[in-house]
C-alpha cells in the first residue's frame, strides 16, 4: 500500500518561507511524477509544482520564480522550497505522485498540509 507521508506546514508572515517534504512509502516501481497541489474553500484542487523522475519541472505561473520543486528519488522524497510568500498562497497543499507501470498510470494523494500567510 503506497502511503505520502507530508511534513513541513504552518504560519508564515508574508515575505517568509517555507519548505513543505512529502516522502512516499510502500511503491516497489519508479515514481514518474511527484508534485504538489493545493486547495482552498470552495475552489479546485490546483497544480503548483511537478517533477519527473528526469528533474523536468512544471510550475504554476502563480509561483514561477518563488517556489523550488526537488526530488531525490534514492528516498522518493519530494520537498517543495517556497520563498516571498503572499496571503493569496494560503491553502492546503497536497502531496501527489504517479507511478507508470506499463500502460497503467496509478496516482496517489497524500494527507494534506495547511500553509497559513499571514502577518
Known amino acids: 500500500q503506497v502511503q505520502l507521508v507530508e511534513s513541513g506546514g504552518g504560519l508564515v508572515q508574508p515575505g517568509g518561507s517555507l519548505t513543505l517534504s512529502c516522502v512516499a512509502s510502500g511503491s516497489r516501481d519508479s515514481i514518474w511524477s511527484m508534485g504538489w497541489y493545493r486547495q482552498v474553500p470552495g475552489k479546485r484542487r490546483g497544480l503548483v509544482a511537478a517533477?519527473?523522475?528526469?528533474?523536468?519541472?512544471n510550475y504554476s505561473d502563480a509561483v514561477k520564480g518563488r517556489f523550488s520543486i526537488s526530488r531525490d528519488n534514492a528516498k522518493n522524497l519530494v520537498s517543495l522550497r517556497m520563498n516571498s510568500l503572499r496571503p493569496y498562497d494560503t491553502a492546503v497543499y497536497y502531496c501527489?505522485?504517479?507511478?507508470?507501470?506499463?500502460?497503467?498510470?496509478?496516482?496517489?494523494w497524500g494527507q494534506g498540509t495547511q500553509v497559513t500567510v499571514s502577518s
Open positions: 517533477i519527473s523522475i528526469n528533474n523536468m519541472t
Open positions: 501527489h505522485i504517479i507511478i507508470v507501470i506499463g500502460i497503467q498510470n496509478d496516482q496517489y
